[in-house]
């Protein structure tokens, strides 16, 4: 799949995360625009997390430190534990997907869980 600008890029990551969140029973609210300081207000069980996610195509994560505080006060504000998802491109797609695991040697490797 091909994305004409980094927006499109970050907005599809962040659908689907809240796909497998909501897979996994979790209630979700995606932050519109992607402007606040969680992409992503999540319930489940009486926890609480805001999540702000980032997609990195070379496997590094960054958080700025600006990016970092405002998720830390809105946590604060929230009373939500404050989460970074950390989406990496592999070999045929992305890494999000629950039926995909990382080798316990190599983590270079990635391997449809058995």
Known sequence: ?????HYDLGRFTEV???????????KIILSPGSRGPADIDADKNERKWCIQVKF???????????EESKLMAHSAKCGCKPVVAIVTRYPGGLLLDASNVRDAKN?????KKS
């Open 1 to 5: 799949m091909e994305f004409d600008n």
């Open 16 to 26: 689907q995360v809240c796909q497998i969140l909501q897979r996994l029973g979790w």
């Open 56 to 66: 990195r195509g070379d496997g590094t994560h960054t958080l700025s430190r600006f």
């Open 107 to 111: 983590p270079f490797v990635i391997r």
